[in-house]
């Protein structure tokens, strides 16, 4: 008996549609390494389909008034809560997560994130009208960009799909998505959601691959491309808007240091520490991976670190006891296990280190210690549920190998000398700093990084004026 799959579709224009071409990729539950769906391989002709759509869209919806945007998106986030369930199936076979923390640590906040934008698209800001030339008013415009492109990755499908589209839609842009070609299934349906309630050509979802997006990126239309990704596709995409002066958002990789002082509640750090470091099976750029402890608690701490990660399950999204579920996709799985078979003689692998069963992606909470700060596991992303952890002598030492690599996106302080916080939050190279803290994140305030973690914030107000351009009106009162 075969099952038959699911056949995800693009949606422009307001309507579902194939590939013009009728090509198709086919969909991994990462749980079970099985097939489940098909989504359409988008090419030159859907793109151009969509771009379409969303310029013609545009002009009405730049001239919607920000408290008509403000319904549409607050709609939307209702429609989410009563769907809840529908995004969570949707999510889960997609990633394979837990669906009770798809529950309770994803739709949540996306609903949360949705209603600031609302809230943010009636409260714009800037300088205020007045004479700053002899007899002459000048005023300031914020407008919405145009058309944007946009490209979300497969850790957070549903959540980074909701940070991309909600500011370009609040600010009274239109919007191509496209999801990973891994993980297509909420973002459609997210598509049939949000279809009811906007005009058509607002939004539009285009599935595909890697050249689908650099299509998208590339098309003469979108006066923006945001993509959250690796470095090498941030790279790729920042060389293709140059070539019409696109503007451009990115959202990359990360490497967070998790700078643990002598002074530290050991207990506390390691408990907090390990489910930034595991959760999402470390599939997150802010993921606490990569833990600096002072010499005097090194041996302690990676004994309590390695007890906890030993504790820690990951299994199939229906066990309520697992943190985490698979890696998204074989790949990723290969990836990560490279990285601990090139370990360096000088490492131990203090827990984990290997594969958990033979079905689907999963891979046991691992730490890593004994390590150098020019090792190939300290200086790449792994993305994978890995903490790497490293000695440091005193302040200026943990701070020289806490800056030493070429992300600068999220780190955390954990000591009790507030004066020393204060000193490593303002020398931290990183867009965000948690004090005895790591991972929480709130809609008011920006995130993104530095250096090769991109450049550009998603959330909070910052996020929001990304998606605006700024005009100046100046008028002769003669």
């Known amino acids: 008996m075969t099952t038959e799959l699911r056949r995800l579709r693009n ?22 390494g099985e097939v489940y769906a098909t989504s359409p391989l988008s090419g030159q002709a859907d793109v151009d389909a969509a771009m379409e759509a969303a310029a013609a869209a545009f002009p009405a919806w730049r001239d919607s008034t920000p408290s008509e945007r403000q319904k549409v998106l607050l709609k939307i986030a209702d429609a989410f809560e009563e769907r809840a369930e529908d995004l969570i199936a949707a999510e889960v076979q997609n990633t394979g997560k837990p669906i009770a923390l798809t529950a309770s640590e994803e739709i949540p906040p996306m609903v949360d994130q949705i209603r600031f934008f609302a809230g943010a698209a009636r409260m714009l800001e800037g300088r205020s009208a007045g004479e700053y030339m002899e007899g002459m008013t000048s005023i300031i415009r914020r407008e919405p960009v145009g058309v944007c492109a946009q490209v979300a990755p497969w850790n957070y499908p549903m959540m980074m799909a909701v940070w991309k589209f909600a500011p370009a839609l609040a600010a009274g842009n239109t919007v191509v998505l496209k999801p990973s070609d891994t993980t297509p299934a909420s973002t459609v349906l997210m598509a049939e959601i949000i279809g009811q309630i906007v005009p058509k ?39 293709s808007a140059a070539k019409d002066v696109k503007r451009v958002h990115l959202e990359l990789g990360g490497k967070a240091p998790v700078v643990v002082f002598e002074d530290t509640d050991i207990d506390k750090a390691v408990g907090d520490i390990s489910v930034a470091g595991f959760f999402n ?3 997150d750029c802010t993921a606490a991976t990569r833990v600096l402890v002072h010499e005097s608690i090194h041996d302690e701490f990676v004994a309590a670190l390695a007890k906890a990660a030993a504790e820690t399950k990951t299994g199939q999204p229906d066990d309520e006891d697992v943190l985490y579920g698979p890696l998204n996709n074989a790949n990723q799985l290969k990836q990560v296990t490279g990285f601990i078979d090139r370990l360096p003689a000088h490492a131990k692998v203090e827990a984990g280190g290997h594969r958990v069963g033979d079905k689907g992606y999963f891979y046991a909470p691992t730490v890593v210690s004994g390590l150098k700060q020019d090792d190939e596991i300290v200086q790449n992303e792994v993305f994978g549920p890995v903490i790497t952890v490293q000695s440091f002598t005193d302040e200026a030492q943990a701070l020289e190998f806490a800056n030493g690599v070429e992300y600068a ?56 004026e990304d998606y605006t351009r700024i005009k100046h009106v100046m008028t002769s009162l003669g």
């Not at 949606?11 to 079970?32: L, M, Q, S």
């Not at 003469?220 to 491309?225: D, E, H, S």
């Not at 470095?231 to 060389?239: C, K, Y």
């Open 201 to 239: 050509g607002v939004f539009n979802v285009i599935c595909g691959d890697r050249e689908t997006g650099k299509a998208m990126v590339e098309h003469p239309t979108p006066a923006m491309a945001s993509i959250t990704g690796s470095v090498r596709a941030g790279m790729q995409v920042a060389e």
């Open 409 to 464: 996106l999220a780190s955390s302080v954990w000591t009790k000398d507030h004066a020393r916080a204060m000193r490593m939050s303002k020398t931290l190279d990183f867009g965000c700093v948690w004090i005895n803290t790591h991972i929480p994140l709130v809609a008011e305030m920006p995130h993104g990084g530095y250096k090769k973690s991109g450049y550009g914030k998603d959330l909070s107000a910052y996020g929001f």
């Open 281 to 283: 099976a470390g599939q």
């Open 11 to 32: 949606y422009i224009n307001g309507e579902f549609r194939d590939a013009a071409d009728g090509r198709t990729i086919e969909v991994v539950n990462p749980a079970t």
